[in-house]
């Protein structure tokens, strides 16, 4: 089958947000009076901004008050604090020039879109799912399976590229071909060493595996 389509998450895969995002979670919890080390918050990147948050709430109901403290936290320094990876906007502008792309990730709407124009790389993506735009989150496969249709694909004409346990088990749950992004924090993939992947340790490589079919 004819690769058509490059899928993208978007948080330590393109933007190199890891440190930074979780500073913001930190503020937050600290304002609300709750310690959180380093490694609880990293243990649980990957998964939604909201469903993160409520992880650690001692009340549901300070769920309002703590999504405020962070995108305010984010809004007033995500300028000064994110990037993209070296070697991503090169990537994407070769990429796109061969296929359709795609960002599905967990982050909400508003987050994804601001960084996304204040790096200029939105207009590489012929389609952008978040979490305001699924029911169920990743690892769940709604927003993969969502960008298949909406792009009017088949499964077996994408590749997926994430950086995440949940993104690994998306692509074993539904078999699609996915690159391991291990160019961002060096977190590894949780009793996945029986996942078929493959890796790729800066974000030019990609080229060289999608050109010479050496993914798994």
């Not at 919890?29 to 948050?53: A, C, H, R, T, W």
């Not at 979490?131 to 769940?140: G, M, R």
């Amino acid at each position: 089958m004819i690769i058509k389509s490059i899928f993208f998450d978007f948080d330590n895969t393109i933007v190199d947000d890891y440190s930074f995002i979780i500073d913001c979670f930190r503020k937050t919890f600290f304002k609300l009076g709750i310690d959180i080390s380093v490694s609880d918050i990293s243990y649980s990147i990957g998964k939604p901004q909201q469903e993160i948050i409520l992880g650690f709430l001692k009340k549901e109901e300070d769920l309002k008050d703590a999504m405020r403290i962070f995108n305010y936290y984010y809004s007033v320094n995500y300028k000064s604090e994110i990037k993209l990876f070296p070697g991503i906007l090169e990537l994407l502008q070769d990429l796109s020039s061969k296929y359709r792309l795609a960002l599905i990730t967990g982050a909400p709407a508003n987050r994804v879109y601001i960084v996304s124009e204040h790096l200029h790389i939105k207009d590489f993506f012929s389609s952008i799912i978040t979490q305001d735009d699924v029911v169920l989150s990743k690892p769940n496969p709604e927003g993969i399976l969502k960008t298949l249709k909406k792009l009017e694909l088949n499964k077996n004409e994408i590749i997926y590229i994430g950086d995440a346990n949940e993104d690994i088990d998306i692509s074993q749950n539904i078999d699609i071909k996915f690159i391991k992004a291990s160019w961002g924090d060096k977190r590894s993939f949780d009793n996945k060493k029986y996942y078929k992947y493959t890796e790729a340790q800066d974000p030019l490589s990609i080229l060289d595996l999608i050109k010479n079919n050496k993914i798994l």
